[in-house]
């Protein structure tokens, strides 16, 4: 999933790159070209976003206002948008942008009405910027409305070298030498990985790589959109494999129930942290962000990545997901809105947050050169050249209230797996009826 992140570097370098102008240490100054058209206004954002992730956004914001004169307001959701936008718009506050992180929101957005289609500048730069793929994504009934700000390359497993060269480990190529590794790092000392049960998203994120790589594309295309239930034998199959690791004592950090007590943050601190207790966590792109901002791990000496492994004679998975800015039709200054939107469709925009680090566009006009560092430009390349061959998230292709709401569908319902591995016919059977409900079968 693109959601729920936290990254942060610098801003007045990334200011700089994209403006060519800032006052370093106080507030951006005016950009080269701004023609200040939207003094006066303000523009309300709503997203997941929080922490140094938001502050990495409100760069590109800054950036936003430097070039237009237009101020903005960020208002972080938390991770069940769909409800806190819903009852804003209900209420009559509606924010102008919103930023989506999941296929299924945006679809149910566009089939309540409450999104404007993009612009026609808007729409040429996604043309010439961005993969087909993503331009499906974005669109609802052959309309686009979204476009991908912020994407996530989600089949990369992150480790402490240190770690892995003490238990004498190289980077597994198969599902099967993970296990394996795992066990060799927890005998030198350290857990193997460190898992962030308490956030349901990371759990889906573990089946979808699983199941991609063991059932296959077209089984994935299907089971994602509801055109084989979830009691299919390929998801038993799935959740028995990653029931496997979830079993085993030695593999996570603390147990199950201490996965069930991490967030996302606190399982990269404990891989990445002062205090390590495992040597690996699997996460996507942004576990970089989180490793080097909050504590200071160079990326690529201090904290690497090898590929999502091939599970079971299968092919390696290349999972991503992504977070489309939207145009709410009720928000109070929705052209303004329009026009923060063909801001973020340039590589100007993306450029702010790429340097800054934790970030990865799907836009691929935005040069290489503006990632901080090699291993981050070596997964944006992997990302962009995969085209169309990528694999979006499945929860977030999913209606949200099944695939994106905390405490609910199958974010609950992994939870609860991660509690109890012991029968994932069950825990299949479960699924399938909170699917039904969601997808009106």
Same mark, same amino acid.
């Given at each position: 999933?693109?959601?729920?992140?936290?990254?942060?570097?610098?801003?007045?370098?990334?200011?700089?790159?994209?403006? *060519?102008?800032?006052?370093?240490?106080?507030?951006?100054?005016? #950009?080269? &070209? +701004?023609?200040?058209?939207?003094?006066?206004?303000?523009?309300?954002?709503?997203?997941?976003?929080?922490?140094?992730?938001?502050?990495?956004?409100?760069?590109?914001?800054?950036?936003?206002?430097?070039?237009?004169?237009?101020?903005?307001?960020?208002?972080?959701?938390?991770?069940?948008?769909?409800?806190?936008?819903?009852?804003?718009?209900?209420?009559?506050?509606?924010?102008? $942008?919103?930023?989506?992180?999941?296929?299924?929101?945006?679809?149910?957005?566009?089939?309540? +009405?409450?999104?404007?289609?993009?612009?026609?500048? =808007?729409?040429?730069?996604?043309?010439? &910027?961005?993969?087909?793929?993503? @331009?499906?994504?974005?669109?609802?009934?052959?309309?686009?409305?979204?476009?991908?700000?912020?994407?996530?390359?989600?089949?990369?497993?992150?480790?402490?070298?240190?770690?892995?060269?003490? #238990? &004498?480990?190289e980077p597994p190529k198969t599902y099967a030498e993970l296990l394996e590794a795992g066990h060799t790092v927890s005998d030198s000392g350290l857990a193997a990985f460190a898992v962030a049960g308490q956030d349901g998203w990371t759990l889906t994120d573990w089946f979808e790589n699983v199941y991609l790589s063991?059932?296959?594309?077209?089984?994935?295309?299907?089971?994602?959109?509801?055109?084989?239930?979830?009691?299919?034998?390929?998801? $038993?199959?799935?959740?028995?494999?990653?029931?496997?690791?979830?079993?085993?004592?030695?593999?996570?950090? *603390?147990?199950?129930?201490?996965?069930?007590?991490?967030?996302?943050?606190?399982? $990269?601190?404990?891989?990445?942290?002062?205090?390590?207790?495992?040597?690996?966590?699997?996460?996507?792109?942004?576990?970089?962000?989180?490793?080097?901002?909050?504590?200071?791990?160079?990326?690529?000496?201090?904290?690497? !990545?090898?590929?999502?492994?091939?599970?079971? *004679?299968?092919?390696?998975?290349?999972?991503?997901?992504?977070? =489309?800015? $939207?145009?709410? @039709?009720?928000?109070?200054?929705?052209?303004?809105?329009?026009?923060?939107?063909?801001?973020?469709?340039?590589?100007?925009?993306? =450029?702010?947050?790429? @340097?800054?680090?934790? !970030?990865?566009?799907?836009? @691929?006009?935005?040069?290489?050169?503006?990632?901080?560092?090699?291993?981050?430009?070596?997964?944006?390349?992997?990302?962009? +050249? =995969?085209?169309?061959?990528?694999?979006?998230?499945?929860?977030?292709?999913?209606?949200?209230?099944?695939?994106?709401?905390?405490?609910?569908?199958?974010?609950?319902?992994?939870?609860?797996?991660?509690?109890?591995?012991?029968?994932?016919?069950?825990?299949?059977?479960?699924?399938?009826s909170a699917a039904a409900k969601t997808y009106q079968d």
């Amino acid at each position: 999933m693109m959601r729920r992140r936290t990254t942060l570097l610098t801003g007045c370098t990334a200011l700089a790159v994209a403006l *060519g102008a800032t006052a370093c240490g106080g507030e951006p100054v005016s #950009a080269s &070209g +701004g023609d200040k058209a939207l003094d006066g206004q303000t523009v309300t954002v709503a997203g997941v976003w929080s922490g140094s992730e938001q502050k990495n956004f409100q760069k590109v914001l800054d950036a936003f206002t430097a070039k237009t004169g237009a101020k903005t307001q960020f208002v972080s959701t938390g991770d069940n948008v769909s409800t806190v936008v819903g009852s804003k718009i209900e209420g009559g506050n509606a924010p102008d $942008v919103v930023m989506v992180p999941q296929v299924g929101v945006l679809k149910q957005f566009a089939e309540k +009405g409450w999104l404007k289609p993009l612009s026609a500048t =808007a729409r040429q730069s996604i043309d010439a &910027g961005y993969a087909p793929v993503w @331009k499906k994504y974005g669109s609802v009934d052959g309309t686009l409305y979204g476009l991908y700000f912020k994407a996530a390359h989600k089949s990369t497993v992150w480790y402490s070298p240190d770690a892995l060269a003490q #238990a &004498g480990v190289e980077p597994p190529k198969t599902y099967a030498e993970l296990l394996e590794a795992g066990h060799t790092v927890s005998d030198s000392g350290l857990a193997a990985f460190a898992v962030a049960g308490q956030d349901g998203w990371t759990l889906t994120d573990w089946f979808e790589n699983v199941y991609l790589s063991q059932a296959g594309p077209e089984k994935y295309d299907a089971l994602a959109a509801h055109e084989i239930k979830w009691t299919d034998p390929s998801v $038993v199959r799935a959740l028995t494999t990653l029931g496997k690791l979830f079993k085993d004592k030695q593999l996570i950090a *603390g147990g199950r129930k201490t996965a069930l007590n991490t967030d996302f943050p606190g399982s $990269v601190e404990k891989v990445f942290g002062p205090e390590p207790e495992a040597g690996m966590v699997y996460e996507g792109d942004f576990v970089a962000g989180v490793a080097h901002d909050q504590y200071g791990k160079a990326i690529g000496k201090d904290a690497d !990545f090898f590929p999502f492994p091939a599970v079971d *004679g299968g092919t390696a998975p290349v999972v991503s997901g992504g977070d =489309a800015a $939207v145009v709410l @039709k009720d928000g109070k200054n929705a052209e303004a809105g329009m026009k923060l939107l063909e801001y973020l469709a340039t590589p100007e925009a993306a =450029a702010v947050w790429a @340097k800054a680090g934790g !970030f990865l566009s799907p836009n @691929k006009k935005l040069s290489l050169s503006a990632y901080g560092d090699d291993v981050t430009r070596a997964t944006a390349k992997s990302l962009v +050249g =995969a085209g169309d061959s990528v694999r979006f998230d499945m929860s977030d292709q999913a209606p949200a209230a099944f695939g994106g709401t905390k405490g609910t569908g199958e974010w609950k319902l992994l939870q609860d797996f991660l509690r109890d591995p012991s029968d994932a016919k069950a825990t299949a059977a479960k699924l399938e009826s909170a699917a039904a409900k969601t997808y009106q079968d």
